[in-house]
């Protein structure tokens, strides 16, 4: 079985959706910050990889072309 990088992030962050149980919403509610820090993170590095979209080396002006595509896609710039 090939697993995506989204399945091992859910493996290794664990359950985020409540189930109404004091205790079992209160861990999937840490898991739930620990996923949103990991996403916050992550926009961060493409943020940073979307200043690249003037550069004049092509490789480097193609990666800050789609950073900033998507990001303009997410409604974050």
């Not at 697993?3 to 509610?29: M, N, Q, T, W």
């Not at 990991?38 to 979307?50: P, Y």
């Not at 690249?52 to 896609?73: P, Q």
Request: net charge negative.
């Amino acid at each position: 079985m090939k697993l995506e990088l989204v399945d091992i992030v859910r493996k290794v962050i664990g359950p985020i959706y409540p189930l109404g149980e004091s205790h079992a919403d209160c861990i999937r509610f840490r898991n739930l910050e620990e996923l949103l820090d990991l996403i916050d993170d992550l926009k961060m590095d493409v943020h940073n990889i979307a200043e690249y979209d003037s550069r004049h080396e092509a490789s480097m002006k193609k990666a800050g072309v789609l950073a900033r595509s998507w990001l303009e896609e997410q409604n974050d710039i």
